[in-house]
């Protein structure tokens, strides 16, 4: 048994997607993963407890539950991360807004 994030599982789902629809933003790994990060700060959290079998029911309905609020919470992120890219940074440190 695991607990997991599955608004986690959601935001990657759909990551590539919505950064793809926004032209000049950088798609590194760096800034796909802040853009991940500060989705899912905007996003509540929906922990599950991980069974085989049971997992995709629950995706699948936390998936039509948050689905605007996914592509939303990704868009304000790719907004924040074109407008002040970190990839260059030497020292990585936790996002500041
Ligand atoms: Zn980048």
């Known amino acids: ?6 608004m986690e599982e959601l935001v990657w ?5 919505v ?10 790994e760096h ?3 802040d853009v991940a990060a ?3 700060n905007f996003l509540p959290t929906r922990y599950v407890v991980t ?5 995709y029911t629950k995706l699948n309905t936390l998936e039509q539950q948050f689905d605007i609020d996914i592509v939303t919470a990704i868009s304000r992120g790719v907004l924040i991360v074109k407008s002040r890219p970190r990839h260059d ?3 990585k ?5």
């Open 93 to 97: 440190k936790p996002f500041e807004w």
């Open 31 to 33: 800034c796909r993963y």
């Open 51 to 55: 069974e085989k079998g049971e997992i």
């Open 19 to 28: 950064m793809a629809a926004h032209q000049g933003v950088c798609r590194c």
């Open 89 to 91: 940074m030497a020292e």
């Open 38 to 40: 500060l989705a899912l």
């Open 13 to 17: 789902s759909r990551l590539d997607e």
């Open 1 to 6: 048994m695991e607990l997991k994030n599955y």
